[in-house]
Nanobody
C-alpha cells in the first residue's frame, strides 16, 4: 500500500485548506484511514479517522472545523480544514491499516501500518 498526501500550504488564521491523500495497492475492502499531525517539538497526534464502515471520529481540538471524507472508488482520502488556527500548524500525515481498530476513541500512530509522506500546514495569525 502506498499513500501520498498533498494540499498543505500557508494560510491565514480563519482560512481553509483541503488535504488529499491518494492511496494505491489496497488488497482488501476494509481499511481504516486516518489523518495525523505533528507540530514542531511534539509527538504525532491523531486528528481524525474514517473506518471501513464509514464511521468517523475527530479529535476534540478539530471537531466542528475539520471534515474527513473518503472516495473508495477513487481510493482517495480528504481532510477539509476550516477556520484554521495557528495551533493547527503541523506536518499532516495520512495513514491506513486493514486492522480492526476500536471505534469512538482516537487511535495511536503505532496502530497504523501504512503512512504517506507529510504535507506541511502553516497557519499564520
Amino acid at each position: 500500500v502506498q499513500l501520498q498526501a498533498c494540499g498543505g500550504g500557508l494560510v491565514l488564521s480563519g482560512g481553509s485548506l483541503k488535504l488529499s491523500c491518494a492511496a494505491s495497492g489496497f488488497t482488501s475492502d476494509y481499511y481504516v484511514m486516518s489523518w495525523f499531525r505533528q507540530a514542531p517539538g511534539k509527538g504525532r497526534e491523531g486528528v481524525s479517522y474514517i473506518n471501513g464502515d464509514g464511521r468517523k471520529y475527530y479529535a476534540n481540538s478539530v471537531k466542528g472545523r475539520f471534515t474527513i471524507s473518503r472516495d473508495k472508488d477513487k481510493n482517495m482520502l480528504y481532510l477539509q480544514m476550516n477556520n484554521l488556527k495557528p495551533e493547527d500548524t503541523a506536518v499532516y500525515f495520512c495513514a491506513a491499516t486493514n486492522g480492526r481498530l476500536p471505534v469512538g476513541v482516537l487511535h495511536e500512530d503505532n496502530e497504523y501500518t501504512y503512512w504517506g509522506q507529510g504535507t506541511q500546514v502553516t497557519v499564520s495569525s
